[in-house]
Nanobody
Framework: QVQLVESGGGLVQAGASLRLACSASGRTFSSRTMGWFRQAPGKEREFVAGISWRGTTTSYADSVKGRFTISRDNNKTTVYLQMNSLIPEDTAVYYC????????????????WGQGTEVTVSS
């Protein structure tokens, strides 16, 4: 079992940066792929970024490439999402998720989810 708790959301102006963190409990964190998803009002939850269990492979949605960076610290059982150059379209609830060993951008392949942290970007 893996429990995930997100933090770091907030209200910022366009162009600002935020760093989200997801703290995980459970002994299997270091063997799991971790992902960040987001869900804007009235829209489906979508993949944002993922990182392999070793942290050597990452994947990003086209909409955030070059602006967001995912990283992890297995010693601290924490995964991060550094978000730079934020735009109003990034406004959403951001969720941390965990799955098995292999990197995937498929929402349905993730087994564990956090409660989410809200990010609002004003213009």
């Amino acid at each position: 079992q893996v429990q995930l708790v997100e933090s770091g959301g907030g209200l910022v102006q366009a162009g600002a940066s935020l760093r989200l963190a997801c703290s995980a409990s459970g002994r299997t964190f270091s063997s799991r792929t971790m992902g960040w998803f987001r869900q804007a009002p009235g829209k489906e939850r979508e993949f944002v970024a993922g990182i392999s269990w070793r942290g050597t492979t990452t994947s990003y949605a086209d909409s955030v490439k070059g602006r967001f960076t995912i990283s992890r610290d297995n010693n601290k059982t924490t995964v991060y999402l550094q978000m730079n150059s934020l735009i109003p379209e990034d406004t959403a609830v951001y969720y941390c998720a965990a799955r098995g060993a292999y990197l995937s951008d498929l929402r349905g392949s993730y087994n564990y989810w956090g409660q989410g942290t809200e990010v609002t970007v004003s213009s």
